[in-house]
């Protein structure tokens, strides 16, 4: 069985890796500390949103 997004989530989806982009642009520019923990937060946002992501786009059995 396959899951299908519908708009809202899409947009939703988009949204937040648009978020996650200029939070990365931005601290590629301001150029903290590599170890600072803000740039740990945004790495670990990536994580987070790519797994939440494959697993919207997987069907049930595979995302579980």
């Known amino acids: 069985m396959s899951i299908t997004l519908t708009s809202p989530v899409l ?3 988009g949204g ?3 978020l996650l982009i ?3 642009a931005v601290i590629w520019r301001l150029a903290p500390a590599p170890d600072s923990e803000l740039r740990q937060r945004i790495r ?3 994580l987070i949103v790519a797994l939440c992501s494959l697993a919207l786009t997987f069907n049930r059995t595979a995302a579980l």
């Open 22 to 24: 200029a939070a990365t």
């Open 11 to 13: 947009a939703v989806l």
């Open 44 to 46: 670990s946002w990536w």
């Open 16 to 18: 937040v890796w648009a």
